[in-house]
Each structure stands twice: as structure tokens, then as C-alpha cells.
């Protein structure tokens, strides 16, 4: 089977616009955060400590992601940087606003846009992300 023309050369489908399984970089983005907070969610509800490890490794998956839309991820270099960071998390605060007021989802989902912001505002001071909660 030949590749599509929205194949890269080695066969991973691209990011670019126009590909028709992918909106946009911030709404695939805002995407995998609502992933991390559901996540964070169901950790919540695990006993002992395996919801307590399960809500450590998320904290620490989505600080990374801080980290790596900022530049400063584990390879550092030319990102989206400062004002897709601030796009991504403006979005995902209009996602959060979208679910019921004082639910726990809500505030996870405005602590990551939160997170996100301060992360894309120390990038651009030279420091990197903490790990969340």
C-alpha cells in the first residue's frame, strides 16, 4: 500500500493543518490535557497507594508536557513556545468553563490551564516547569 499525501516519509501521519484527522496543534494539545485531568480524576477514586502513584505519575506526565510545548522539554529547542502556550491554555480554560461549576474536573482542568501558564511564563524567564501535584 502507498502512502497518502498526508503521510510523512517514514509514515507517521503529519500535523499539518490540513490533514483531516487533525484540527489544530492547540486543539490535539487541549485534547491530551483533558486526557491527563480525566486521568487524574480516576486516580482519585483508586485506593491506597496505587491512586496515589497513578496521581504522582500524571502530575509528573503533564509538567513534562508544560515543559515540552514551552521548549524546555527533554529536548529543548524550537517549540510553539509563549504564545501557542497561552492559546493552549486560554482553550483549555474555555473547556473548563463548559463544565459544572464547583465539579472537581472543572478545577483540575483550570489548575492544568493554570500550570500550563505559568510554566509558558517561566520558559520565557529561562527556568522550567515543577512537577504538579
Known sequence: ?????????????????????????????????????????AARNLPGESGQALGKAVGTAMAEWDDEICGNG?????????????????????????LPEGSSLRADMLGAASGLSRAAFRAAAGGASQPAG
Open 1 to 41: 500500500m502507498g502512502a497518502s499525501q498526508n503521510d510523512d516519509q517514514d509514515g507517521w501521519f503529519s500535523l499539518r493543518p490540513y490533514h483531516p484527522n487533525v484540527r489544530t496543534y492547540e486543539a490535539t494539545v487541549v485534547a491530551i490535557y483533558a486526557a491527563g485531568v480525566a486521568l487524574r480524576q
Open 74 to 98: 527533554r529536548k529543548p529547542g524550537p517549540g510553539p513556545h509563549f504564545a501557542s502556550a497561552e492559546a493552549i491554555a486560554t482553550e483549555m480554560g474555555a473547556v473548563a468553563l463548559t
